[in-house]
């Protein structure tokens, strides 16, 4: 069975720093491994969509990168904003037609 | 539409009340699936329609959760007799194909709390 663990839990950075959010997962048979970011009280917005066959994807200032024979992807968030402070999530496919979620990173970018 | 709908936003539902949760997804999108997340948790995976067949029902908690996309759209999640654990958010996503390898575009959620 699927799991999948985010570390930290929770992150509190001022504005400006470089992070590092951490994404496990113990099945490496994935396709993929989407990161999500979601709003006190929404739903989830897809960031990136990284596909079995890469290494990385870029978006405005997040990267991220996937490992697949370690089970292991991180989200790189440069030069944070407080506009970044949400949850960020990590999901991979799993048996059958579903999507395995970590617990999530709570983000609190501070002015 | 532009993205995932889900209706209503917020239920309260008192206990043994019957509730339904309704998703439009994005048009034309083939898969649907139904999570759940509870405070602080990531989703918990529920079922998944491909158009209108029910492939994976795995994740419903018991037998009074049902869910339907009858014509292959439109989607129902239906909870009977509510019970207080089953407050939480009840989210919604779509994805263009069946193939797993595809984003999933998700919904804002329906809050249901149960009192």
């Known amino acids: 069975k699927q799991e999948v663990t985010q570390i930290p839990a929770a992150l509190s950075v001022p504005e400006g720093e470089n992070l590092v959010l951490n994404c496990s997962f113990t099945?490496?048979?994935?396709?993929?491994l989407q990161w999500f970011r979601q709003d006190p009280g929404k739903g989830l917005t897809s960031l990136l969509l990284i596909q079995s066959s890469q290494r990385e994807q870029t978006s405005g200032r997040l990267n991220a990168s996937l490992d697949k024979s370690s089970g292991r992807s991180t989200l790189y968030i440069a030069a944070s904003q407080p506009g970044d402070s949400a949850t960020y999530l990590c999901?991979?496919?799993?048996?059958?037609?579903?999507?395995?979620f970590g617990p999530g990173t709570r983000l609190s970018v501070l002015p | 539409g532009a993205g995932v709908s889900q209706s209503p936003r917020y239920k309260v539902a008192k206990r043994g009340q019957d509730v339904a949760l309704r998703c439009d997804p994005i048009s034309g999108h083939v898969s649907l699936f139904w999570y759940q997340q509870a405070l602080g948790q990531g989703p918990e995976f529920l079922t998944y329609f491909q158009n209108e067949a029910q492939l994976d029902k795995s994740g419903l908690p018991s037998d009074r959760f049902f869910a339907e996309r009858p014509e292959g759209s439109v989607s129902t999640l239906k909870i009977q007799r509510t019970q207080q654990e089953d407050s939480a958010v009840y989210l919604c996503a779509s994805s263009s194909e069946a193939a797993m390898n595809t984003e999933a575009f998700f919904g804002q959620g329906t809050r249901l709390t149960v009192v």
């Open positions: 099945d490496s048979a994935i396709y993929n």
């Open positions: 999901a991979v496919p799993s048996y059958g037609q579903n999507f395995v």
